[in-house]
């Protein structure tokens, strides 16, 4: 029984992780703002793709959005409906109707809280760290939501062909036990996908950015899919934002209810 339990808590924080990573997909009502797709060249060496990846990273203070979810495990679909507020690389926070489950997490924390079972998770960035076999913080998973490298491209050399209408872009040398791939969009210089794999382990992560849009002036992802398998398990999500707003005032109650009991994964 407790380890159908714990198995059971496992899968809850790898669906909230996974919903996570596509909270910042914007999509307007109105579709005159979708970026077209440019075409490759290739006389674009790897540090000119990077500088313009780098240069086009969204410049915002806050967001405000609601988004519907539908989620894909194990051949069921349900489909969800959250709110969304940000305060970029400070925090993000989601809520589902009536305020039944509420998710935020910060630069120290990722906590959430559930009120059909009355349990709450409150800790670090592990936990999330080992469902996709890399080492995360905010700023790498705040990257992930705004079509960004999830790690800063300077750090090392990268290689880059044309790869369909994308710059495949990769490290020269990969981790020994992480392999890891961006397709970039020669139009807007943002991600197209984000492909990580964990051969050992059996772990996949892709993210799927099918279009971009300008929102405000600042370019963000429009639709997103997401696929993270660990052995036989896969959870497959697409979203679609109802509406968003930038730079208004937000706020973020939450506060887990007293007498929860606490989710503990060792």
Known sequence: MKKNLKHNHVKLLKYFFTILLAFLVI???SAKNVIASGETSNRLSSNQVIKEHQRNDASFKTMNARVAIDLIQEEKEQGYTFSLRMEKDKVIWLSAPLGIARMMITPDKVRFYNKLDNEYF???YKLLSDFVGVDLDYMKVQNILLGQAI???KDEPHQVSVSGNSYALSPKDQNALIDLFYLINPSHFKMDRLELYQQ???RMLQVDYSSYQ???KQILPKNIRIIAVED???VAVTMEFKSVSLNNEVRFPFNIPSGYKEIVIK
Do not use: F, I, S
Request: proline share 0%.
């Open 151 to 153: 790690y800063n491209l």
């Open 200 to 202: 050992l382990k059996r």
């Open 214 to 216: 300008e929102v405000e």
């Open 232 to 234: 036989a398990d896969e």
């Open 122 to 124: 409150d800790g670090d």
């Open 27 to 29: 999509n307007c009502k």
